[in-house]
């Protein structure tokens, strides 16, 4: 089954402990990326990458960092995570964003708590 | 980019169809209209997209107005299980974003 896979699905941490949220796509497609969905924010994108090794910042980069050294995998990582960043993030990928009529595919959601 | 207009909220029967409209006065001949439907505690999941014509899948029927600056989802009976947030989106022809809106949160009496 096509499939995007977030995990944890769950957690919650304190603030400064490094976390890592790992995102996980079996489509084969090249681009993947993150948001992250705050009440009243709606979906705003954090990072995105191109391909294996070519990443981006999005909007709200701040706070996080990426990487992408295999194509199905594209973690998303907290190094010193505060409580502003408790959010539900989601992780999408698609076959190549530059293309309007691809569909985009996104993971169930990993719901992060700092305290 | 060029914005979207959806109603905060919609009401429909079970069985009954549901017209979810949207409003993009500024759309650009290139932009793709796309609908993706947010269930309750999971990520968005893709529904339809068009470009000019009216389109049809297993899951609804979108509706393109002729000067594209308006469109409906058409849900043909809704159940539910389709009780989520619409979110109507622009895809331009170049870009790397999914840029979500407010959409319309659907709930879906019995």
């Known amino acids: 089954e096509a499939q995007v896979t977030q995990n944890p699905r769950y957690l919650i941490t304190v603030t400064g402990k490094k976390l890592t949220v790992t995102c996980s796509q079996n489509m084969n497609h090249e681009y993947m990326s993150w948001y992250r969905q705050d009440p009243g924010l709606g979906l705003r994108q954090i990072y995105y990458?191109?391909?294996?090794?070519?990443?981006d910042k999005g909007d709200v980069p701040e706070g996080y960092k990426v990487s992408r050294k295999e194509k199905r995998n594209f973690p998303l990582i907290l190094e010193s995570p505060s409580p502003n960043q408790t959010s539900l993030y989601f992780c999408a990928s698609s076959l190549n964003p530059g293309l309007a009529g691809v569909v985009w595919f996104f993971g169930p959601g990993t719901r992060l708590t700092v305290l | 980019d060029a914005k979207t207009t959806q109603p905060n909220s919609m009401e429909s029967n079970e069985e009954e169809p549901v017209h979810l409209p949207c409003n993009h006065s500024t759309i650009s001949g290139t932009d793709y209209i796309h609908w993706y439907r947010q269930l309750p505690s999971q990520g968005p999941e893709y529904v339809i997209h068009?470009?000019?014509s009216n389109v049809n899948n297993r899951m609804a029927s979108l509706a393109i107005a002729e000067d594209r600056k308006s469109s409906t989802l058409i849900l043909h009976r809704a159940t539910l299980r389709d009780a989520a947030v619409y979110y109507c989106?622009?895809?331009?022809?170049?870009?790397?974003?999914?840029?979500f809106g407010a959409g319309t949160r659907l709930t879906v009496k019995p």
């Open positions: 990458s191109m391909n294996v090794e070519v990443t």
């Open positions: 068009g470009l000019t």
């Open positions: 989106i622009l895809r331009p022809l170049i870009g790397n974003d999914m840029r």
